[in-house]
């Protein structure tokens, strides 16, 4: 495979040319040449970019990306970074799953306002003490 300029990296990698210079900025990946005033990338690039865009999405910051790298260039990961990241996963999945059926609760409320429904009320509490857990799970439709 020849060298990618970073108009084909960007297209390959579903990535504005910004991103990859920005990224170039932070040390996650560096160009191999340029031709004529275009970066040249190796081939390589779209797997690094592929990890990075993954470790994004898992939440990691660019900086513990950055970290996941040897400095050859290949990746070094912290098992136990991951399973740390999992398990803060884990935690926001129940917590989104308690806020949605406290949405859903909120959306099938008989009450005549939400504000008569205990449980639309405990929900505000729990939003206004800025507490860090989700409200309980909702109990049944107040009729």
Do not use: N, W
Not at 78 to 90: F, I, P
């Amino acid at each position: 495979m020849t060298d990618l300029d970073i108009a084909e990296v960007a297209r390959r990698a579903g990535v504005p040319a910004s991103t990859l210079r920005y990224y170039e900025e932070k040390g996650l990946i560096a160009p191999i040449g340029r031709r004529g005033l275009r970066r040249q990338y190796d081939p390589g690039v779209l797997e690094r970019l592929a990890l990075i865009a993954l470790g994004r999405t898992a939440g990691f910051s660019l900086d513990q990306i950055a970290g996941m790298f040897a400095p050859d260039g290949q990746p070094d990961i912290d098992r136990q970074l991951l399973a740390t990241k999992a398990e803060e996963l884990d935690r926001r999945i129940r917590e989104l799953g308690v806020l949605r059926d406290s949405l859903r609760h909120a959306a099938a409320c008989p009450a005549p306002s939400h504000m008569e429904c205990s449980t639309f009320r405990r929900i505000l509490r729990a939003a206004a003490s800025g507490a860090e857990r989700a409200p309980r799970k909702p109990g049944p439709v107040v009729r």
